[in-house]
């Protein structure tokens, strides 16, 4: 569940939004210049926007993403994850989702292949 954006104006006069959502990885996933993977599972993720200046529309783009590991029960002292290229997190998200269809195209063929 997404909810709906903040909106800030810091002191350099750029209007800033921040949202938050969940998001789940089914596979474990490695970011650029960490070494160890990030294990599977459900992270809070808030990503900061700026306003685009001289557009005829409201447009805005990325320009921080930080990600933090649910646990049930809750653990304060989970790292938190600061994304320094606030891509990266559509690039893990798209490979994850590939590695997951693959599986579950693997495992259909081997249940089809297994019927008589």
């Not at 490695?30 to 992270?43: K, N």
């Not at 994850?96 to 063929?109: F, H, P, Q, T, V």
Request: proline share 10%; glycine share 6%.
């Amino acid at each position: 569940m997404t909810k709906a954006p903040q909106f800030s104006l810091p002191l350099s006069g750029d209007i800033r939004r921040t949202s938050v959502s969940h998001v789940t990885f089914a596979q474990p996933f490695l970011l650029e210049g960490v070494a160890d993977p990030f294990p599977a599972g459900t992270y809070r993720v808030e990503i900061d926007e700026e306003l685009l200046q001289g557009v005829s529309f409201p447009a805005y783009r990325r320009v921080g993403v930080v990600m933090q590991k649910m646990t049930d029960p809750p653990q304060p002292d989970m790292p938190v994850i600061s994304l320094s290229d606030p891509r990266q997190l559509d690039r893990v998200l798209m490979i994850d989702r590939a590695e997951n269809a693959l599986d579950r195209a693997g495992k259909m063929s081997a249940a089809d292949q297994a019927e008589p």
